[in-house]
């Protein structure tokens, strides 16, 4: 059972509009949320991230709302440029899990195409 | 900067061997993960650690073994590959607190395994 989904697995935006990414979660214990950009053949990089008593947290052109009555994020990324073209993944902590305090689980990803 | 640094970017191996993958942290890091990625599945654990000779089983663990003998070091052992494990593979760290309090996980670049 998928636990974070991200229901569209492409995106296209023209330059200079805003991409607006999905994730959707259904396990209400989680606490803190994660965004990554992977680009082919490399590891994923943090973006921005948003505790669950929060429900907007931005830096530059990225920001992160959450929603959690709906169990919705998304992350906004306003203007998109041609160098944001990567797949973006949606993490979810996992409170409890074992002994560490730093498991995740993914969305299976979103990749964004800005065209010039 | 944190550095995640796994050993072979690149490995062709043959069914039925051995398969070593080696990770190096350089910040000290108490939690160290590994996760394989495949495309329309996005990252999934395979095992994590919290502590040098502590290890815990993450969402698909069959067919892998792991090993932490020093801190900085989380290798990842395939006993016996199989075609299906032919994928990109990913080792990440973060430190102690975890997520949450200026911290995020770091990833490696990767490497990509090929089981013929």
């Known amino acids: 059972d998928q636990q974070v989904k991200q229901n569209s697995p492409s995106l296209s935006v023209q330059e200079g509009r805003i991409s607006i990414l999905n994730c959707d979660y259904t396990?209400?214990?989680?606490?803190?949320f994660l965004w990554y950009k992977k680009y082919p053949a490399e590891g994923p990089t943090f973006l921005i991230s948003?505790?669950?008593?929060?429900d907007k947290n931005e830096d530059g052109r990225f920001t992160v709302f959450l929603n959690k009555s709906a169990k919705h994020l998304s992350l906004h990324i306003v203007p998109s440029q041609p160098g944001d073209s990567a797949v973006y993944f949606c993490?979810?902590?996992?409170?409890?899990?074992?002994?560490?305090?730093?498991?995740?689980?993914f969305g299976k990803g979103t990749k964004l195409s800005v065209k010039p | 900067d944190v550095k995640v640094t796994q050993s072979s970017r690149y490995l062709v191996k043959r069914t039925g061997e051995k398969v070593f993958l080696e990770c190096v942290q350089d910040m000290d890091h108490e939690n160290m993960f590994w996760y394989r990625q495949d495309p329309g599945l996005g990252l999934r654990l395979i095992y994590f650690?919290?502590?040098?000779?502590?290890?815990e089983k993450g969402d698909i663990p069959e067919g892998y073994s792991v090993s932490r003998e020093k801190k900085e070091r989380f290798s990842l052992i395939l006993e016996s590959a199989s075609t299906n494990q032919t994928s990109m593979y990913l080792c990440?760290?973060?430190?102690?607190?975890?997520?949450?309090?200026?911290?995020?996980?770091?990833f490696g670049e990767g490497s990509w395994l090929t089981v013929v």
């Open positions: 396990n209400s214990m989680f606490d803190y």
């Open positions: 650690s919290y502590d040098v000779k502590m290890k």
């Open positions: 993490a979810a902590r996992r409170v409890n899990y074992g002994g560490s305090q730093g498991n995740l689980i």
């Open positions: 990440a760290s973060v430190g102690t607190g975890g997520l949450g309090s200026g911290n995020t996980i770091y």
């Open positions: 948003i505790s669950s008593i929060k």
